[in-house]
Nanobody, 117 residues
Framework: QVQLVESGGGLVQAGGSLRLTCVAS????????MAWYRQAPGKQRELVAS???????NYADSVKGRFTISRDNAKNTVYLQMNSLKPEDTAVYYC???????????WGQGTQVTVSS
């Protein structure tokens, strides 16, 4: 089992920045990819950014150039630095981790990000 705890959400004005943090605990040795997803009201959950243990990064087109995902494998932590935030970035942001042995996906409880115009 893997437990994920997110932090760092909040209210920010458009153009501002936030940094989200997700700490994994439990059976972390089997984690490969870690990712951030988001879900806005009335919309489907979507991938924001992902990072493999080996350092391969992937971003949604809507956040390229503004968001940066990074990992500290020693601390089992993944970060999402969000700059130049827009009102359309408003959503609940979820941390996700993939167990490469079982292919089970784990989710955090989510953290609210609200960007005011």
């Amino acid at each position: 089992q893997v437990q994920l705890v997110e932090s760092g959400g909040g209210l920010v004005q458009a153009g501002g920045s936030l940094r989200l943090t997700c700490v994994a605990s439990g059976t972390t040795f089997a984690i490969n990819a870690m990712a951030w997803y988001r879900q806005a009201p009335g919309k489907q959950r979507e991938l924001v950014a992902s990072a493999t243990r080996g350092g391969r990064l992937n971003y949604a087109d809507s956040v390229k150039g503004r968001f940066t995902i990074s990992r500290d494998n020693a601390k089992n932590t993944v970060y999402l630095q969000m700059n130049s935030l827009k009102p359309e970035d408003t959503a609940v942001y979820y941390c996700n981790a993939e167990n490469i042995a079982t292919m089970v996906l784990y989710w955090g409880q989510g953290t609210q990000v609200t960007v005011s115009s």
